[in-house]
Nanobody, 126 residues
Framework: QVQLVESGGGLVQVGGSLRLSCVDS????????MGWFRQAPGKEREFVASIQWSGAVTYYSDSVKGRFTISRDNAKNTVYLQMNSLKPEDTAVYYCAARRSYSSSRYTDVSDFPSWGQGTQVTVSS
């Protein structure tokens, strides 16, 4: 069973960086594709990035490509989101999500991921 806990959010100035972490306290973390999504006030939850089970294949939304990097450490049951060159429009609650999968399919929809963390707030001030 997957139990996800995000951390690393906070307040940062425009152009700054943050690294989010998501720890899976369940078992068999390496059996899961992982994703990061975000939700700003009044908006729908949107895809940010995803990574397949081994970490060899990653996907990004166009809005964060080149600024954010998703990675994972299966020995630590942790997935990361390194966020650089942050913009005010990156302000949102960030959620990590998990889907049991051994494929390299492109999972980008909220409905692709059955398991979710509680979210961590990221605020970028101008």
């Amino acid at each position: 069973q997957v139990q996800l806990v995000e951390s690393g959010g906070g307040l940062v100035q425009v152009g700054g960086s943050l690294r989010l972490s998501c720890v899976d306290s369940g078992r068999a973390f390496s059996n899961y594709a992982m994703g990061w999504f975000r939700q700003a006030p009044g908006k729908e939850r949107e895809f940010v990035a995803s990574i397949q089970w081994s970490g060899a294949v990653t996907y990004y939304s166009d809005s964060v490509k080149g600024r954010f990097t998703i990675s994972r450490d299966n020995a630590k049951n942790t997935v990361y989101l390194q966020m650089n060159s942050l913009k005010p429009e990156d302000t949102a609650v960030y959620y990590c999500a998990a889907r049991r999968s051994y494929s390299s399919s492109r999972y980008t929809d909220v409905s692709d991921f059955p398991s979710w963390g509680q979210g961590t707030q990221v605020t970028v001030s101008s």
